[in-house]
């Protein structure tokens, strides 16, 4: 498709409880990035794959958080046992190129609440 | 680790004033990208600056990237209330151990008709 589709728009989860993201990047891009998004504006990067695998993953709190993409099927983000801290909008965005040099079409967002 | 710093946080003005939002690096860019996100929408890529004292313009936007591409600055001429959202600066630094784009903290315009 023409945009990055997100999913779901909200997802509430209780403090503990898994959340699963997912992202569909635009028709042709191969490259998909995951940002974090809190109250505050800040954008953190969490993790970034070329197709299938991962590029960069130095954000991501290895832990609880994991993410796939896998042929023929949306890109997820999946954060076990999420915490009160984990609230956040987090965005999806893909792009033609890996190395900053082509622009990021963003999704629409996720915003995951945990209470 | 490279940082993205942005001034100010925020900036109210009065509609047909202008506004003007600042980016610094503390390591030299290969590009420098800007964003506009609107309140409850998601970020809109607005321009890519990528030459040593580069600028362009889009309508009454300025954008700016310095000599040494380690700064940045948008401005906008005779805001309007449409103007209103966050923006975003992004830089790259392809010799970085992190090849994507590092965000600043984002500049919050809000315009009062």
């Known amino acids: 498709g023409e945009e990055v589709a997100q999913t779901p728009k909200h997802l509430v989860r209780g403090e503990g409880q898994k959340a699963k993201l997912y992202c569909a990047p635009i028709?042709?891009?191969?490259?998909v990035f995951w940002y974090q998004q809190v109250l505050k504006n800040e954008f953190k990067f969490l993790i970034s794959f070329q197709n299938e695998n991962v590029f960069d993953e130095t954000g991501m709190p290895k832990e609880r958080f994991s993410a796939k993409c896998l042929p023929n099927s949306p890109c997820s983000l999946e954060i076990q046992a999420t915490k009160l801290e984990d609230s956040a909008v987090y965005f999806c965005?893909?792009?033609?190129?890996?190395?900053?040099?082509?622009?990021?079409?963003f999704g629409n967002g996720t915003r995951l609440t945990v209470t | 680790g490279q940082q993205v710093m942005q001034i100010p946080q925020y900036q109210h003005v009065q509609e047909g004033e202008d506004f003007t939002t600042y980016c610094n690096s503390s390591t030299t860019l290969s590009n420098i990208q800007w964003y506009k996100q609107r309140p409850g929408g998601h970020p809109v890529f607005l321009i890519q600056l990528v030459k040593s004292g580069e600028v362009k313009k889009q309508k009454r936007l300025t954008f700016q990237f310095g000599e040494a591409k380690k700064n940045s600055s948008l401005h906008i001429t005779a805001t309007q209330t449409t103007d209103v959202g966050t923006y975003f600066c992004?830089?790259?630094?392809?010799?970085?151990?992190?090849?994507?784009?590092?965000f600043g903290k984002g500049t919050k315009l809000s315009v009062k008709p």
């Open positions: 028709k042709g891009h191969s490259y």
């Open positions: 965005a893909s792009s033609q190129s890996s190395r900053g040099n082509s622009p990021l079409h």
């Open positions: 992004a830089g790259s630094n392809y010799g970085g151990s992190q090849g994507n784009l590092i």
